[in-house]
């Protein structure tokens, strides 16, 4: 019997988490690429009203509230959402397609950086080097093993070495997410270690 109340309490915790995730990617939707999928507005800096964010998704058919949003923002595993000091608006944290301004303050990047991504990448990334694309920023890690997690999620990661500290010195500005994403226009080939 002890057994089988441990069973039940795992298929519970099993349910949570996958409502989180089904969550998180419905947030990173609407936070960072289509607002417009629930007629939810964004400030000019991200920003959405909590309290509006959950009456939107909730008439949306996806069932929110401010436990499981709070439970989202702090056991998201990339930190992807971030709320204000009183917690009555959220945003996320980087990798937007629409147009916000961060208020990201410029910072001098470690020598090196990564970037992970997969082979059918690589001619463009070795002729063109690494661009925004429909984001606002090229996205890089503090390591290798992150940047292994990031290419991994497209097939079998190849990871890039930036000479960061080089480019910064040559002009090129970078900034530091909430969620310690490094964030740059681009990376020419040039500063690529293939």
């Known amino acids: 019997m002890f057994r089988r109340n441990i069973s039940q309490v795992e298929k519970k915790i099993k349910m949570n988490e996958n409502i989180a995730k ?7 939707l609407v936070l960072r690429h289509s607002p417009e999928k629930i007629g939810l507005k964004l400030d000019e800096n991200g920003w959405a009203d909590v309290n509006e964010l959950i ?3 909730t008439k949306k058919g996806n069932r929110l509230d401010a436990a499981l949003l709070d ?9 992807r959402f971030a709320y204000n000091e009183d917690k009555t608006k959220i945003r996320a944290s980087q990798g937007h397609s629409i147009s916000v301004e961060l208020d990201l ?21 070795r002729n063109e080097g690494l661009k925004k694309m429909s984001r606002q920023h090229v996205h890089l890690s503090k390591d290798k093993e992150t940047a292994t997690k990031v ?14 500290g080089e480019m ?4 090129f500005k970078f900034y530091l997410s909430e969620n310690n994403v490094w964030l740059t226009d681009e990376v020419p080939a040039k500063y690529i270690e293939f």
């Open 22 to 28: 089904s969550v998180s990617k419905f947030l990173s």
């Open 105 to 125: 303050a410029e910072t001098e990047p470690s020598e090196y950086l990564y970037h992970g991504t997969v082979g059918k990448f690589m001619e463009n990334i």
């Open 71 to 79: 439970y989202v923002v702090e056991n998201n595993d990339k930190k």
């Open 151 to 164: 290419g991994s999620r497209r097939g079998i990661p190849q990871i890039l070495t930036v000479r960061s």
């Open 55 to 57: 009456a939107k998704c």
């Open 168 to 171: 910064f010195r040559d002009g």
